[in-house]
């Protein structure tokens, strides 16, 4: 029987690790419109972007982005993480 010791090295990970927060928020249709006050459009992907410099989970950053109407964001290429960068 496995269970969940075969999820526990992985749920300890995701707890401990700390990330900065990064959030994305895509119109799935095409054309975000106007990004909420904080955020920054990035034309490369047409989405709206919010960055902070505070410290949480994996998951307290992925509810965090959630809570803002948004999902946790990856970098797919440098352009977008010169874009990042650039604004952070």
Same mark, same amino acid.
Request: glycine share 10%.
């Given at each position: 029987?496995?269970?969940?010791?075969?999820?526990?090295?992985?749920?300890?990970?995701?707890?401990?690790?700390?990330?900065?927060?990064?959030?994305?928020?895509?119109?799935?249709?095409?054309?975000?419109?106007?990004?909420?006050? &904080?955020? &920054?459009? &990035?034309?490369?992907?047409?989405?709206? &972007?919010?960055?902070?410099?505070? !410290?949480?989970?994996?998951?307290?950053?992925?509810? !965090?982005?959630?809570?803002?109407?948004?999902?946790?964001?990856?970098?797919?290429?440098?352009?977008?993480?010169?874009?990042?960068?650039?604004?952070?």
């Amino acid at each position: 029987m496995l269970g969940n010791r075969v999820w526990a090295p992985f749920t300890l990970f995701i707890n401990v690790i700390t990330v900065s927060l990064l959030c994305v928020l895509c119109d799935g249709d095409g054309g975000i419109g106007e990004c909420p006050a &904080y955020w &920054y459009y &990035y034309a490369g992907t047409d989405c709206c &972007y919010y960055m902070s410099t505070i !410290k949480l989970s994996l998951l307290d950053a992925r509810a !965090k982005c959630h809570e803002m109407g948004g999902e946790l964001a990856g970098i797919a290429d440098q352009a977008e993480m010169d874009f990042l960068l650039e604004h952070s």
